[in-house]
């Protein structure tokens, strides 16, 4: 969902996420090229802003979105699905 936005709308949407990440910076964490960054925005995967004609963003929620059905699929391709995962420790000085 990659948009050029107005002005106003624009600052509203920005205001509304908690962070956005360069093309670049997306790509070194999934460790894949940009180009493949800018196909996963395509195919919608990935949600977008167009700040300019040569400025893109990506929504950091989108991009831990799509590691955590990547970590689900391969959970099943493995015949681990059934495998909860583990449950955060409580400080024993707590």
Known sequence: MTRLLGNAHFLRRVRS??????????????????????????????????LSPRTTRVTRESVERLVAEGKARQREELGLDWIVAPRKRRNVNE
């Not at 997306?26 to 167009?50: C, E, H, P, T």
Request: aromatic share 8%; no cysteine; net charge positive.
């Open 17 to 50: 996420m908690s962070e956005l990440w360069t093309v670049a910076r997306v790509a070194k964490f999934l460790d894949v090229s940009k180009k493949r960054v800018y196909q996963l925005i395509q195919q919608g995967r990935l949600d977008s802003l167009k």
